[in-house]
């Protein structure tokens, strides 16, 4: 496998047999003397009732069955994201060295599901501070989302640009500096493609002990990989990266351009304010943790709003959270109006017990249709306030879009806003 080439395959062949490692190699002709094809093989094979396997199968094989990689040292690593340690691994057939930031006893990973993120180097952002992407940040929230849980392993795989090399990356950049579009801003979304790592991070967690898994993601359509490996995703959470004045805009235009946020329908979004502003990153994990776990008890799935006008909108002190679908929106776009409706029963109870979070100041919400809420905003949006003493479910008989309903814990005072 050190090269994906017919005389190492029949060799690895042979030993995987158990015989001794040699082989025969002979290509077959067809009747009119050309090289026959793996087509045509397959037909041949048939025919003379031959076994066939391609050199790819034979890959895949041994990534699944045979352990190709080999811890080498365990260190302690405090970061500035919490206390870790760092388990270094070497790739047996390729040398090539890579680590896992682990949290927690690994003698209790196999009794839980373990909260784990993949991620592939990238030295520009994840050293450097580089903007042209967002690994830095991926990694760092990933860190701290991992830290805040008591328990967990980023795997970190020593890929640059998802294995095409530095070099490579830095070309690709020099001609996006041109004004080439070039494929490069793919590379930067989701999980490394090949399956050769996702083989070597799936080794690695398999010798951390971890067989179920909460996979940190945004990108929801390539897990299926990881199956073949004896791991199981349980859950998939979402990375939640810490929006600042700094990065929210570049968040934006990356959740716009790329497409790389989960929601393709949008029922709901509520923004919270508490008496007590958790302070920290840790704490804004745990509440937004909580609410994901909440939605996620009626199958809807919770993405984080860091968009300027949201902020603009529900204020900037504000925890922002869209609810809804990763898949476009099915059924009726005036569910909200259907007060029998499932869509409609579920914020009802999700409002309801939101609304009963301790020291919580202000909960507001608006109803969308389907699309995403926050584009094609009325210049004048309706606010209807209330008190936080009634359940938010008594409006949820007669919901209506582009209306900012607003329970607090003072007075009910009438505001609008511009
Ligand atoms: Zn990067």
Redesign the pocket.
């Known amino acids: 496998m050190k090269r994906a080439g017919h005389t190492e395959a029949s060799v690895d062949l042979a030993r995987l047999a158990g015989l001794y490692p040699a082989g025969v190699i002979c290509e077959i002709q067809n009747p009119d003397g050309s090289m026959a094809r793996l087509p045509e093989l397959i037909e041949y094979a048939k025919v003379h009732n031959l076994k066939i396997i391609s050199i790819a199968d034979l890959i895949s094989y041994r990534l699944e069955h045979e352990r190709l990689i080999a811890r080498e040292a365990i260190a302690d690593l405090p970061t500035e994201f919490g206390h870790f340690k760092i388990y270094a691994y070497r790739h047996t057939l390729d040398n090539s060295e890579h680590v896992a930031i682990v949290k927690g006893d690994p003698a209790q990973f196999c009794s839980q599901p373990v909260l784990v993120r993949m991620h592939s180097e990238?030295l520009?952002?994840?050293a450097i501070g580089?903007l042209?992407?967002?690994?830095r940040m991926q990694l760092q929230a990933a860190l701290k989302m991992i830290d805040s849980a008591g328990l967990g392993v980023v795997v970190y795989l020593r890929q640059e640009g998802r294995g095409i090399g530095l070099v490579n990356k830095l070309k690709a950049y020099s001609l996006q500096d041109m004004g080439l579009d070039t494929v490069e801003a793919n590379e930067?979304l989701g999980f490394p493609a090949d399956l050769r790592n996702y083989g070597m991070g799936a080794q690695i967690l398999n010798d951390l002990g971890v067989c179920q898994m909460r996979l940190i993601t945004n990108n929801p359509r390539k897990i299926a990989g990881l199956k073949g490996y004896g791991l199981e995703v349980v859950d998939r959470v979402p990375l939640l990266i810490e929006a600042t004045s700094y990065n929210s805009n570049y968040l934006s235009v990356k959740a716009e351009k790329l497409g790389h946020w989960m929601l393709q329908t949008y029922l709901m979004t509520i923004a919270l304010q508490w008496q007590d502003e958790p302070r920290t990153v840790t704490e804004w994990y745990k509440r937004l943790e909580n609410l994901r776990l909440l939605a996620k008890t009626y199958n809807l799935l919770l993405q984080e709003e860091v968009r300027p006008v949201a902020k603009a909108v529900f204020g900037d002190s504000a925890l922002i959270v869209h609810l809804g679908f990763e898949q476009p929106l099915v059924g009726n776009p005036d569910w909200y109006q259907h007060t029998d409706h499932p869509y409609t029963n579920a914020i009802a109870q999700i409002l309801d017990t939101v609304a009963l979070s301790p020291n919580l100041k202000q909960l507001e919400f608006i109803i969308s249709p389907g699309s995403d809420p926050l584009i094609g905003l009325q210049v004048q949006l309706d606010r209807q306030t209330f008190s936080l003493t009634e359940q938010p479910s008594s409006v949820c008989d007669h919901l209506q879009t582009q209306i900012i309903y607003s329970f607090v814990d003072s007075t009910p005072c009438k505001r609008s806003l511009a």
Do not use: I, K, M, N
């Open positions: 990238c520009t952002g994840d580089s042209r992407c967002d690994c930067h």
